[in-house]
């Protein structure tokens, strides 16, 4: 790694690896029993319009096709020197409907499959049990309808059951706080966003945190050495000036996504919600049990990191940042990249101090990563590999700001970049939005052989990897 003798930040038994998606790169979503999920009637994405069936133009169908090929990823990945792998669970491959009472084997035994290859070659597997994909179960409107902690509550307890001497490592939702901007894709909720109430929007949030933290009950109960974390949005918000109204503004809106962490870490409804639903008229249902239910704190912390926000409290400035889900206002100090997402290593240091502050529990950093257009060409040798340095960089002035934090005191488990090998992009569900440090020969005309090949982050990464193992 450039830049800083940090080599010896990192702790021994690291967890070095890579992330994906079961809806963005297991393709095969109908097959072996496979249910409809959320995301096979989205053809454009977490913020594009929905279909009534599948729909040829949705890359998602196929996505990278990992579901045949996984041994030969894997392979990859183990190349690579991973140590962990976050995939995620399709909660319709299991439950092809939602509310079956007996789960589909078939979908039990791929991951038995998948788990049982990763054990080859002693990587972790960090399971997601639900990563912005619902059985597409039209007649309930996702989680607004307490059912869904039903049957949620029978998907996990089949799955810890099942992969129990198999996986430790679970997560419970993707972003729980990404429901607030997609109700559609994080949440299963059919009904439009702008006709959306907060009352139901927070009702629903309120149903997924009882779910979460019954998970973490269940799984405890089942194996009592399982981690389990929350999966949180990382997103500081900075003030954008110094103006006092403006650093209360930027407090205002880390407060809409530490909520979310604050329930899961310290098991109860923070005091300065009452006000922000007094204001906006929601009052949550509860339910007997519920708040001794939500007393089953999380492990550890984990989020995604991608970029910080600016807050303003003057509305004459709020103009639109980008973002796949989250639009701040854009930073003066930061570029962007190619899909106009500010990149900021030192927030991921900030971000790492202030959830370590806030909790002193484990953190993980579960996403991280570039989207980025890569360009196939052949090297000096007629192997075909991409030159992204581009990539190299981002990455490597992330785990400095990393390196820095866990110098700062930060207690961390492991990092794993979000897409190590290419797949479909959530928010606009491309493949040209590329991540990884595999090529995947997949274009968003649907042409491509779905071969694989190494980027020159792919050695990077291994070497990055072994360095660290070594010191
Ligand atoms: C996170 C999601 O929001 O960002 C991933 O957990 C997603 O599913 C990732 O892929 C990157 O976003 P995008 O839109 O570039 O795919």
Known sequence: MKEKNIMNSFPKGFLWGGATAANQFEGAYNEDGKGLSTQDIAPKGVIGPITSEPTEDNM???GIDFYHRYKEDIKLFAEMGFKTFRLSIAWSRIFPNGDDKEPNEKGLQFYDNVFDELAKYGIEPLVTISHYETPLAKNYDGWVNRKLIGFFKNYVTTIFTRYKDKVKYWLTFNEINSAIHAPYMSAGMW??????????????????????????????????????????????????????????????Q???????????????????????????????????????ILKNTVDFISFSYYMSACATADPEKIKKGAGNLIHGVPNPYLKASDWGWQIDPEGLRYILNLFYDRYQKPLFIVENGLGAVDELTTDENGNKTVNDDYRINYLNDHLVQVAEAIEDGVELLGYTTWGCIDLVSAGTAELKKRYGFIYVDRNDDGSGTLDRYKKKSFNWYKEVIATMERA
């Open 60 to 62: 998602k169908l196929i």
């Open 191 to 252: 009904t439009p966003k702008e006709k959306l109430s907060k009352q139901d929007l927070y009702q629903a949030m309120h149903h997924e945190l009882v779910a979460s933290a019954l998970a973490v009950k269940i799984g405890h109960e089942i194996n009592p050495e399982f981690k389990i974390g929350c999966m949180i949005l990382g997103i500081p918000n900075y003030p954008l000036t110094s103006m006092p109204s403006d650093v209360l503004k930027a407090m205002e």
């Open 254 to 292: 880390d407060r809409q996504n530490l909520f979310f962490a604050d329930i899961h870490a310290r098991g109860e409804y923070p005091r300065y919600m009452n006000r922000f639903f007094k204001e906006n008229n929601i009052e949550i249902k509860m339910e007997p049990g519920d708040k001794e």
